[in-house]
């Protein structure tokens, strides 16, 4: 629904004052998983031969989040470096439907959450794929301390909440430096609205978060 050049990554480049590297992927229905995230670690490989991954940081927002962890795995399989902070901006990262948000937030958050199921399954899952399959729905990976510091953000009403708060504790207990910053009301994607105060006070402690030595 977005592309290179929305809001996330300009507000990212503004507010840090960083260059951001944005990636055209194909989107769906005209291309299916993995097309997206073949194309975003074909930008990877060539990152990581111009720059050191400590000076690295990585984010997905949304579908985003998904496609930013399954090209991570990919990456950590091919033993390339990893950035050196990650940010999953309300991650939908369990494409299996499952979750107590994606029941209780439905109607609450501005997503019909019944409908983008059905859309995913349609137009984006390939055919006879599990949905729990690790590089698919990144949530059900393994994941040990190596794995870069990550900050996670979610809102009450999002519906993407569960898999927010579920990959927080997936990567604490993997022993991963890890935050979960949860805003009240808050809804999909509340963070890329430029002025509210709620999103001006999240995307600050992301920034602090991002670039908090390691």
Same mark, same amino acid.
């Given at each position: 629904m977005g592309n290179a050049r929305e809001r996330a990554g300009l507000l990212m480049a503004s507010e840090m004052g960083i260059r951001v590297y944005s990636v055209e992927y194909s989107r769906s229905p005209e291309v299916r998983y993995p097309i997206a995230r073949d194309e975003a670690i074909t930008v990877y490989r060539q990152l990581v031969q111009e720059f050191s991954s400590s000076n690295i940081l990585a984010m997905g927002s949304s579908s985003g989040a998904q496609i930013l962890l399954s090209m991570l795995l990919v990456a950590r399989d091919e033993k390339l470096p /990893?950035? !050196?902070?990650?940010? #999953?901006?309300?991650?939908? $990262? +369990? #494409? !299996?439907?499952?979750? +107590?948000?994606?029941v209780s937030n439905d109607g609450r958050d501005v997503m019909p959450v019944s409908l983008l199921w059905n859309m995913v399954k349609q137009n984006y899952m390939p =055919?006879? #794929? +599990?949905?729990? +399959?690790?590089?698919? !729905?990144? $949530?059900y990976a393994r994941y040990d301390s190596s794995f870069p510091p990550t900050v996670i953000t979610v809102g009450t009403r999002d519906f993407a909440l569960s898999n927010g708060v579920r990959m927080y504790w997936v990567l604490r207990e993997a022993g991963v430096e890890t935050e979960l910053l949860v805003s009240e009301g808050m809804w999909h994607g509340f963070n890329w609205t430029e %002025? /509210?105060? =709620?999103?001006?006070?999240?995307? %600050?402690?992301?920034? !602090?978060?991002l670039t908090r030595p390691r």
């Open positions: /990893m950035p !050196s902070r990650l940010y #999953l901006c309300t991650p939908g $990262i +369990d #494409l !299996s439907g499952v979750g +107590d948000s994606v =055919e006879g #794929l +599990d949905a729990t +399959d690790p590089y698919y !729905s990144p $949530i %002025k /509210m105060p =709620e999103a001006l006070q999240a995307r %600050k402690a992301v920034q !602090s978060f």
